[in-house]
């Protein structure tokens, strides 16, 4: 046998597997992005948007916001209601801020609103305040302090509103009384008898008092 046909059946005499050729692509080479400018917020931290740290301090910011807007609210007082029910179930009442002679100086002679905002007076009955008819709906009152204090009733209930005196319906003078121990909290109640609710206003050494008669 020639030599290369011996060859040739030694290598077709054994089975060979031949595998398949595949390049390997070459390494891509990514730039370096330019940097983003740093947001409000980044500003102050190292972390990276978007990244764990930087949701934990914005979460932190957020409930710092939450916490600080709870306290202010918390700080702030509720209002205190004055109610006189009448013996058919009618209701008269009056809602005002709490006031401290220490903070809130009532100006003699002229309305005052107590905490910075007037009293409200709500009636499911017309009323009678000396000489005046107070028709049934919601109202502003102005107590005057002086010798005697007086009270004046206001249609205007839009709240931060100034005092206008075109819009007072009703104004009469109230029976004052002077206290041996001034009272620094303000305080406000109804005595009912009949048809009447006697308001009584305490503040400092004057006790003022003066009666809406239901009609």
């Known amino acids: 046998m020639h030599p290369a046909n011996a060859t040739t059946a030694r290598i077709s005499s054994k089975s060979l597997s031949?595998?398949?050729?595949?390049?390997?692509p070459p390494t891509p080479k990514f730039g370096i992005p330019n940097p983003l400018p740093l947001g409000a917020?980044?500003?102050?931290?190292?972390a990276h948007e978007g990244s764990l740290m930087f949701r934990a301090h914005s979460c932190v910011a957020v409930l710092s916001l939450l916490a600080l807007t709870a306290i202010a609210s918390a700080q702030q007082p509720e209002p205190t209601t004055a109610?006189?029910?009448?013996?058919?179930?009618?209701?008269?009442?009056?809602?005002y801020n709490p006031?401290?002679?220490?903070?809130?100086k009532a100006p003699n002679g002229k309305p005052w609103a107590p905490g910075g905002t007037p009293m409200t007076l709500f009636t499911e009955v017309q009323l009678t305040l000396g000489a005046s008819t107070i028709p049934v709906g919601a109202y502003t009152v102005y107590p005057i302090p002086g010798k005697p204090w007086s009270i004046a009733v206001n249609k205007n209930v839009t709240?931060?509103?100034?005092?206008?005196e075109k819009q007072v319906i009703a104004r009469t003078p109230?029976?004052?009384?002077?206290?041996?121990?001034?009272q620094d909290a303000l305080e406000v109640a109804f005595a009912h008898v009949g048809e009447k609710c006697t308001l009584r206003i305490y503040f400092g050494k004057a006790a003022s008092f003066v009666p809406f008669i239901a009609k």
């Open 83 to 95: 109610t006189c029910t009448l013996d058919d179930g009618r209701q008269v009442y009056i809602r």
């Open 159 to 164: 709240p931060g509103s100034p005092y206008d």
């Open 99 to 104: 006031a401290s002679a220490k903070n809130d």
């Open 18 to 24: 031949i595998r398949p050729f595949y390049p390997i």
């Open 174 to 182: 109230m029976e004052t009384d002077q206290m041996d121990q001034a």
């Open 41 to 46: 917020f980044q500003r102050y931290t190292s």
